[in-house]
């Protein structure tokens, strides 16, 4: 049952309901784009399939760029689509200068690329630097060299501890589950040194003292921003520099969605939500000196080309340091990403966030859903608060989908009307949920089979796009070939029957990314509404001449007469007396 709605009266002007006279966070000035972009992940081998092999590939995605101009988005993010045998879906790279077959060729990359331009959208490449493939030249050097050698130098090969070191050189697990060590056969067949694979064993990390990685990952960058490109989204950002000596780490290992495996080691008070990784393969202080080197290298080329950090790293003050004035542009906010859909833990992860980064002089880089992690429209629909499982399975409860598509389109209007900037990942524009019932026999991601089956893992948020909802494989390519099977409910999703839908969910985020634009959200302001500033349920903020109310009470939140509403994320209700109400779960953005 309902209760009573919360009443805002008064008439709206800044010294009334809609007051905010708490400043959090000032305007930035900058003027770089990256500061207040809307960067939308394209993840390359679900987007759109041209050439009908299931997969998709670079035509698919610029035969399908037009979508995204329409949507509003200032730049596209490609996850990787170089050379690579797919053991974790090209984050395996075997060649940092090749275009996968899989995907198509350079000629095809240079076409995506001037393609975009032309409709004035920036594109990020994904680079790899942790970690090579297996089949990378180098570490098939590295094996064939043996011990000792200048290749293997290039890796962190060690020596095995234990009699004759058959045991591993120290305690590390992988990220996907298992340990972080891999033996070698040597040339002679005898059993021989290891090496070190935070990820899967096809993807050895490189050792990152050694100034040959340095020389060489200069040269990708520039191979990259010659050919165009506007920056970098950089994988592991955090992991590359390991402790002098690699020591065993007891602590909890922060599985590859952010979950913990081990002991949670619970939330500082900044708004950190126990997502980072940490212990002597993690955020240790060397990896700014790359990064300091590298801002260099993109410093000389034009058009404020941009590094963004992949980095899993607590308490928000640490990540802060990935984004100081001469090192990253920007780096994910996994923090606001894990927080559970709660007025108080949301408040404090924006003012923490906000605080952090201000204080070096950087802006927030928001994100809800990526293809690490369960897409936000399942997450939030999941009724545990803040629980965000690696992946689900058909056994597993199920998300609730209205609810979860409900509270995703408020937690987006939530996010797009944060200053800063926002990542958008494929798919979400339409509302899209998981699959959450994958057979496992389709399963592909790494952590599945490195947990031995324990861990649904990452494959449920990779499915192909629905572009046409009466077409076979809902029009992702020619053949109706999909990699993995679409779940049937996808057909409600497809782009084709929202497009031009009032209220659509693909209609919302236009409207959303318009106004966001017209209103200059993005390097904007934020002042919480004096009304909801500790509220249990409802977070409100001021943005400029744009008022967000996200209402996550279960009574409604009336707005006051005088205030135009720009973008809701649902149905807002009209009262006996006219008056216009916040459902639950539901934002609104007013211009008061
Ligand atoms: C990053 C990527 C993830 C990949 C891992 C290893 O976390 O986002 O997809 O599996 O790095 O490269």
């Not at 800044?14 to 993840?43: E, F, K, M, N």
């Not at 050439?51 to 610029?62: E, P, Q, S, W």
């Not at 240790?284 to 080197?293: C, F, L, N, S, T």
Request: charged share 20%.
């Amino acid at each position: 049952m309902e209760e009573t709605p919360v009443t805002i009266t008064s008439p709206s002007t800044a010294v009334g309901p809609l007051a905010a006279s708490t400043l959090v966070h000032a305007g930035q000035t900058g003027g770089q784009w990256w500061r207040d972009a809307v960067i939308y992940q394209v993840y390359p081998r679900s987007f759109a399939d041209a050439d009908g092999d299931g997969v998709g590939d670079l035509r698919g995605i610029t035969s399908r760029l037009d979508h995204l101009a329409a949507l509003g988005v200032d730049a596209v993010w490609l996850s990787p689509f170089y050379r690579s045998p797919q053991h974790d879906a090209g984050y395996d790279v075997a060649d940092y200068r090749q275009v996968d077959p899989l995907f198509g060729t350079l000629e095809d990359f240079d076409e995506l690329l001037a393609t975009a331009h032309g409709l004035g959208i920036r594109v990020i490449v994904d680079l790899v630097p942790n970690h090579t493939s297996s089949e990378h030249v180098w570490f098939q050097e590295a094996l064939a060299a043996g011990p000792g050698s200048p290749e293997r130098a290039r890796y962190l090969f060690r020596d095995g501890r234990g009699e004759h070191g058959e045991l591993e050189p120290n305690n590390w697990r992988s990220i996907f589950g298992g340990n972080a060590w891999t033996r070698v056969t040597e040339a002679d067949g005898t059993p021989g040194q290891w090496y070190l694979h935070l990820f899967d064993s096809t993807q050895p990390d490189l050792d990152w003292t050694n100034p040959e990685v340095h020389a060489e990952f200069e040269q990708v960058l520039r191979f990259w921003l010659d050919r165009g490109v506007d920056g970098f989204r950089v994988d592991v950002a955090h992991g590359m520099v390991k402790a002098d000596g690699l020591p065993d780490w007891d602590g909890s290992v922060a599985m590859v969605d952010g979950s913990v495996d081990g002991t949670d080691p619970g939330a500082p008070e900044d708004g950190s939500t126990g997502a980072g990784n940490s212990g002597p393969a993690f955020d240790q202080d060397g990896v700014h000196e790359i990064y300091r080197a590298w801002h260099r290298v993109l410093a000389e080329y034009d058009g404020d080309r941009a590094l963004v950090a992949e980095a899993w790293v607590e308490p928000l003050s640490r990540l802060a340091r990935y984004v100081r004035p001469d090192e990253m542009h920007q780096a994910f906010n996994f923090s606001f990403l894990t927080t559970a859909w709660k007025a108080g833990p949301l408040r404090t992860v924006l003012a923490g966030s906000l605080a952090a980064n201000d204080a070096v002089g950087a802006p927030t880089t928001w994100v809800l859903s990526n293809h690490d992690v369960v897409r936000h429209a399942s997450r939030l629909g999941l009724g545990v608060d803040g629980e965000r499982p690696n992946g689900l399975f058909a056994t597993d409860p199920q998300p609730d989908e209205a609810t979860g598509l409900r509270r995703a389109r408020a937690a987006t209007l939530l996010m797009l009307g944060l200053p800063g900037s926002a990542y958008l990942y494929q798919g979400e524009e339409l509302g899209l949920p998981d699959h959450t019932a994958l057979p496992d026999e389709v399963r592909q991601d790494p952590a599945f089979f490195r947990t031995a089956g324990t861990e649904a893992g990452r494959d449920g948020c990779r499915i192909p796009l629905p572009w046409q909802s009466d077409a076979p494989g809902f029009g992702f390519g020619p053949t109706g070939a999909t990699w993995l099977p679409q779940p049937e409910s996808y057909g409600r999703y497809a782009a084709d029957v929202q497009t031009g839908v009032p209220g659509s969910t693909l209609e919302t985020y236009r409207a959303a990314l318009a106004a966001r634009r017209a209103h200059r959200l993005g390097s904007g302001t934020l002042a919480w509404l004096d009304a909801y500033a500790d509220a249990d349920d409802v977070v409100a903020y001021r943005n400029g001449d744009v008022v967000v109310i996200a209402n996550l009470s279960n009574r409604p939140v009336v707005v006051p007469r005088s205030a135009e509403v720009l973008v809701a994320s649902g149905d807002l209700v009209r009262g006996l007396n006219d008056e216009t109400s916040v459902p639950t779960d539901t934002t609104v953005w007013l211009r008061a």
